[in-house]
Each structure stands twice: as structure tokens, then as C-alpha cells.
T-cell receptor, first 114, second 115 residues
């Protein structure tokens, strides 16, 4: 069973701080990694994707991938109360019939306090 | 641009009743998906359709059937609803297979309660 693990939280940070969200995955051959944000009662929306080892930055968001450690993280700089949401890590497992399947973590609830 | 549209948004069913969740996308995507989301379980794939004319089982297909009516529409049917099917259902679509810049885009969700 391919698994994606996230700390359920809640993770509480003060406004303006850096929020660090972590995700580990079990399928070593996984190629594609996604972060989604989900507000309460709403649908998930894509924040970032990353395929290569290292960092990928998009505005206040940075995704970090370490395939050797099977670890992907999301950093949110200058956190705002509007960032308060559940963050879902999703992994596309290795090929072999899995090109259309994402395995989602259960999500980390982030609360940014004004 | 509506994206992915699901109906109904809310539904209450009695055990044993049947119903169909409708989904349509206007992004000219080839692939469509049905997920369910339950507290403590995360998002789980029920069925997907890689392209028009094909459907495949996901992680939790039991108790469901799907129809890819055309490129735009992908419906999910509960033939005999059970309380265990109380959940939030999300339809989603992607341009093609996932990865290499392609990811899934979700509809707004359908809240289903089976009593």
C-alpha cells in the first residue's frame, strides 16, 4: 500500500512567521509531487507541484523535495491569516498503471494567528 | 469559466435509495475522476476515466458505478446507498495523465448523507 504521511496538526504560527509543512511518502519511485490547499467546506486547490530534487519557489511558497529521503515540504513565508487552511500533500506513484492516480495525505491543518 | 461543475451540492438519501452525481467540465480535459473525502481518511479515488470511452477502478470502487457520457461529462451512481457512503464527493479533471505539468482540478464538491 503506497502511503503519504502528514502531521495532522494543527500547526499554529503567528502572522508574519514561516510555516513549515512536511510530507513523507513510501513509494521510492514516485515522480511527481503536489501541494493543495483546502479551506473548510471548499474543494482542494493546487498551490505548487515539484518533480526535481531541490527547491521550487512561487511567491511566498517554496516546495522542497528530497527523493533520497522520500520527503517533500512546503514553506510559507510571511504567513497571513488567509493562509489558514488544511494543506494536502499528493504524490503520483511510480508508473505501471498509476499515471492517473494521486495518493493524498490526510492533510495538515494550519492556523495563522493575527 | 466554470471549470468543473457538480450537481447536486447537497443530498440526503435513505438507505437503499439510488442516486446519480453529475459532473461536467468545460476545460476540454481528457481525464476525469471521482474522489470521496472522509474525516481522518483523506481523499480517496473511487473511479477514473483516462479518456472518453474508458473507465477504471480506483482505491474504493465498491458500491459505485460510473459512466463517461462524453468528453465533458462523468457521472457517479450509487445503486443502493449505505450509511458508509456518507461523504463529500469531488469530481475532478486533468488534461491528460498526471505529472509533467498536469494535475487535477476539483469541482466544488457534493455533500451526501445517507440515513
Amino acid at each position: 500500500q503506497k502511503e503519504v504521511e502528514q502531521n495532522s496538526g494543527p500547526l499554529s504560527v503567528p502572522e508574519g512567521a514561516i510555516a513549515s509543512l512536511n510530507c513523507t511518502y513510501s513509494d521510492r519511485g514516485s515522480q511527481s509531487f503536489f501541494w493543495y490547499r483546502q479551506y473548510s467546506g471548499k474543494s482542494p486547490e493546487l498551490i505548487m507541484f515539484i518533480y526535481s530534487n531541490g527547491d521550487k519557489e512561487d511567491g511566498r511558497f517554496t516546495a522542497q523535495l528530497n527523493k533520497a529521503s522520500q520527503y517533500v515540504s512546503l514553506l510559507i513565508r510571511d504567513s497571513q491569516p488567509s493562509d489558514s487552511a488544511t494543506y494536502l500533500c499528493a504524490v503520483r506513484p511510480n508508473s505501471g498503471g498509476s499515471n492517473y492516480k494521486l495518493t493524498f495525505g490526510k492533510g495538515t491543518l494550519l492556523t495563522v494567528n493575527p | 469559466n466554470a471549470g468543473v461543475t457538480q450537481t447536486p451540492k447537497f443530498q440526503v438519501l435513505k438507505t437503499g435509495q439510488s442516486m446519480t452525481l453529475q459532473c461536467a467540465q468545460d476545460m476540454n480535459h481528457n481525464s476525469m475522476y471521482w474522489y470521496r473525502q472522509d474525516p481522518g481518511m483523506g481523499l480517496r479515488l473511487i473511479y477514473y476515466s483516462a479518456s472518453e470511452g474508458t473507465t477504471d477502478k480506483g482505491e474504493v470502487p465498491n458500491g459505485y458505478n460510473v459512466s463517461r457520457l462524453n468528453k465533458r461529462e462523468f457521472s457517479l451512481r450509487l445503486e443502493s446507498a449505505a450509511p458508509s457512503q456518507t461523504s463529500v464527493y469531488f469530481c475532478a479533471s486533468s488534461e491528460t495523465e498526471l505529472g509533467s505539468g498536469n494535475t487535477i482540478y476539483f469541482g466544488e464538491g457534493s455533500w451526501l448523507t445517507v440515513v
